[in-house]
């Protein structure tokens, strides 16, 4: 056999892994209780993490439920990661949620899915946890992923210097955080509203407009608002058919509780991950620099502006076809741990 072809033909079947970066340090805040697209996004993570893209730092969680810190816990579980930091805001903002009675559920006396954190009072204070990454980091080595509420993210900009570290928040994100990829806002109408308000903004304005306010101004922010996830929707027939390696899986459950079997959930919290792991794989567009500035009703408004460190992404339809697919695949794939 000609040896340069079989060079090349070995070449090609090195897993594409081998010629990646290195891992991306990721920090995931999530408001996990309400939507279901929190759980896909963070099974969509540990997969990342199983193949080698990224590493997961922490998981700090900006709603108030006592489950919804034993719920983080148990997907960690879940995907062999049992023993990643968890923090949980100490501040009062309370969320229902249909699928995180999954934490209770047991099979033979033992809890369907295990985890031990019990309470989500139990976990450490979520700034505290973000502290402690930040502070024990390299310079310009962290991706944090926001999506939810920007409680924990204003409130670590805010934070004092500590016992952690003597930098105060603001220093610790501007030196330690290389990339905020939040999804939030919506820059551009959403079905003929062009003033549309979106959840994640809408319920807590005050702390998002800190967070525009004083994040800083060396460090880039990638928004994906609400029209990214519209677009991108996580398919029922994954649901149906891509789980069943396992009898109970965690997000499959979680799906089915929240959506039912016949709704394709938009991914809007997925894309924020998506974006922040694979930055330069083409799934997304991004819009020129600018500023976001955030109104006392929650509207969001994006004005560009050649110095700003704010872009949104963008997706045209052959994007968004990628996107869906190349999220089901990372969502469904089984955890790199035996089960």
Same mark, same amino acid.
């Given at each position: ?46 997969? *990342? #993490? %199983?193949?080698?893209?990224?590493? /997961?730092?922490? $998981?700090? =969680? ?71 990454? *930040? #502070? %024990?980091?390299?310079?310009?080595? /962290?991706?944090? $992923?926001? =999506? ?79 029209? /990214? ?111």
């Amino acid at each position: 056999m000609n040896t340069r072809i079989f060079t090349f033909c070995l070449v090609l079947s090195l897993p594409i892994i081998g010629w990646a970066d290195v891992p991306t340090k990721v920090v995931f805040d999530t408001d996990i209780a309400g939507d279901v697209d929190d759980v896909l996004a963070l099974a969509m993570l540990h997969t *990342l #993490a %199983d193949r080698a893209e990224c590493h /997961i730092e922490a $998981v700090t =969680v900006s709603k108030t439920h006592p489950q919804n810190g034993p719920m983080v816990d148990a997907i960690n579980t879940f995907y062999g990661r049992p023993d990643l930091p968890i923090g949980v805001t100490k501040g009062n903002y309370p969320r229902e949620s249909k699928y995180t009675v999954l934490v209770e559920k047991t099979n033979d006396n033992a809890f369907r899915y295990p985890h031990d954190l019990l309470e989500s009072s139990d976990a450490p204070d979520a700034v505290a946890v973000l502290r402690q990454v *930040l #502070a %024990d980091a390299e310079p310009n080595s /962290i991706s944090i $992923v926001s =999506v939810g509420l920007a409680v924990n993210i204003a409130d670590l900009l805010e934070s004092p210097a500590d016992g952690i570290s003597p930098l105060p928040g603001i220093d610790l994100v501007r030196q330690k955080v290389k990339l905020l990829s939040i999804m939030a806002g919506a820059f551009t109408p959403v079905n003929g509203d062009a003033h549309f308000l979106e959840a994640n903004v809408r319920n807590h304005i005050g702390s998002m407009q800190r967070f525009v306010q004083r994040w800083p101004a060396e460090v880039p922010v990638i928004w994906s608002d609400f029209n /990214i996830g519209i677009r991108a929707r996580y398919p029922r027939g994954s649901i149906a058919r891509d789980f069943g390696y396992t009898p109970h899986h965690i997000v499959r459950e979680s799906y089915l509780l929240h959506s039912g079997p016949e709704h394709d959930r938009p991914s809007w919290d997925l894309t924020s991950v998506l974006y922040a792991v694979r930055p330069s794989d083409g799934y997304f567009g991004l819009s020129a620099t600018g500023s976001v500035s955030v109104a006392d009703d929650g509207f969001t408004t994006f004005t560009k502006d050649e110095s700003g460190n704010h872009r949104y992404l963008k997706m045209n339809d052959i994007q968004a076809a990628r996107v869906v697919e190349v999220q089901r695949t990372l969502v469904s794939q089984p955890p790199a741990v035996a089960r």
